[in-house]
C-alpha cells in the first residue's frame, strides 16, 4: 500500500487499479450476509483501509453501559464458513454478556474463510486482511466506547481458535484473557514457539472427545501444562465439533465465567 499511495500522488490511481481490482475480486457477496435477527445485535460496516472497501461486523453492548465506566470487551472470533455475526447466537451469550456488563464484537476477518491469519490462503493477502479486519475493528470500539484495557478477551469457535492463538501470539500485550472452542490450528503450527509468546495470558479450552480434532487439542494443553502456563481445560464427554458449544448455554458460560475471574497481569 505504500507504493500505492506513492502513485496516488503522482496522478498514476487508474493504472494501477487495473492491477489491485482482482485482489478485491476475492470476496463474494455471502462474506457479508447476516444470519441473526436479534434487535439487541447491532449490523455495522466501516471502510477497510488496506482497500478502501466496506467490510461488515457485528456488536454487542449490554443495557447498563455508562461511558463513566470502563467496560470489559470480548472479541469474538467464528469458525470457518460462518458469517461475521454467527457467534452472536450462540446459546446464552448476549444474555451472560448482558448480565456481566461486556461488550461483544464479531468481526467477519474480510472473508469468511480468511483464517485470521493463521494459515495462509489461496490469496496471500486474504490471511493477512483477514488479521488486519480483526484488529482494525478491535481499534474502532475502543475509540467509541470505554473500554477497560485491562479486561480485552479474545476467544474463538474452531478457525476462530486457530485465529485466537495467532493472533494473541502476535499481540500478547493486548489481552487479559483467551478461549478456544474446538480449535482448528494448522497441524504444523509451531505450538511450543505459539505458547511461550501467550504464556503470561490465561487461557480456558473446551474440547468435545468426539471431535476429531481431541487429539490435537490434547497436544496443546500437555504443553501448556510442561511450560507452566494458566489454564482450565474441559473436555466434554460425548461432545461434537460445533454444537457442544453453539447450542448449550452451559458450555458457553464457562467462558464468561472464566473471563470474569482473569485481568491482565502487569
Known sequence: MTILRRLIATGLVPIILLFYLPTQAD?????????IDDSRVQHRSYTFPATGEKIPYALFVPSTYNEGDAAPLIISLHGLGRSYDWLMGYHGFLEQAETHG????????????????SRATEDPEDADYSEQDVMEVMGLVREEFNVDSNRIYLWGHSMGGAGTYHIAAK???????????????????????????????PIFVLQGDEDGLVTLTR????????????????????????????????????????????????
Open 27 to 35: 470476496r463474494q457477496m455471502t462474506d457479508d450476509e447476516t444470519n
Open 102 to 117: 461486556y461488550i461483544v464484537v464479531t468481526p467477519l476477518g474480510y472473508i469468511r474463510r480468511g483464517w485470521f491469519g
Open 171 to 201: 499481540y500478547p500485550d493486548l489481552f487479559a484473557g483467551l478461549g478456544v472452542a474446538a480449535p482448528a490450528p494448522q497441524r504444523d503450527m509451531p505450538i511450543e514457539k505459539t505458547l511461550e509468546r501467550i504464556k503470561h495470558i
Open 219 to 266: 497436544r496443546w494443553v500437555s504443553k501448556m501444562q510442561e511450560i507452566g502456563m494458566q489454564h482450565v481445560y474441559a473436555e466434554i464427554p460425548g461432545g461434537d465439533h460445533s454444537l457442544v458449544i453453539s447450542q448449550n448455554s452451559e458450555h458457553m458460560q464457562k467462558f464468561i465465567d472464566f473471563f470474569n475471574i482473569v485481568r491482565k497481569r502487569y
